[in-house]
């Protein structure tokens, strides 16, 4: 593969990876899914079912947030890359963790786990 090739897929992966977790936070926050922790129907359910205060919801979904606006912005400026899928890695990793934490079933960890593949795949790319 070239390396024009790899950019292309290193850019469709950010992108992939930004509109998810986009889309969690600023569209299906308050919507039921089957990957939320637990029962919860919603993002402040869940985060209660991880037993974690509501002010960490917050934290946790803005660090996200800017992350995958990070990868958006890396398309044209690169030095936002790294960091960007660092800190994805690091949230989707304690994700996972929480759903281990409250025994969910291993497929509600699957979006976290994608996320996380998808952001090392990103670094593992970059030039």
């Known amino acids: 593969m070239d390396l024009e090739n790899i950019d292309i897929l290193q850019s469709i992966l950010q ?12 569209l ?5 899914t089957p990957w939320r922790g637990g029962n919860a129907s ?3 359910e869940e985060f209660k079912t991880y037993g ?8 946790v979904g803005g660090l996200k947030v800017l992350f995958a606006l990070g990868l958006i912005i890396g398309i044209a400026y690169p030095t936002f ?9 690091v ?5 996972i963790g929480m759903h281990i934490k409250v025994k969910d079933e291993a497929k ?4 976290a786990f994608i ?4 952001s090392l795949a990103i670094l593992v790319l970059q030039n």
Request: with cysteine.
């Open 15 to 26: 992108i992939i990876v930004a509109i998810t977790i986009l889309n969690v936070w600023l």
């Open 28 to 32: 299906r926050f308050n919507k039921s």
């Open 42 to 44: 919603s993002m402040k």
């Open 52 to 59: 974690l205060p509501e002010n960490m919801m917050y934290v």
């Open 81 to 89: 890359i790294s960091i960007s899928c660092i800190g994805i890695i």
């Open 91 to 95: 949230l989707m990793a304690g994700a």
């Open 108 to 111: 509600k960890s699957l979006p």
């Open 115 to 118: 996320m996380l593949i998808l």
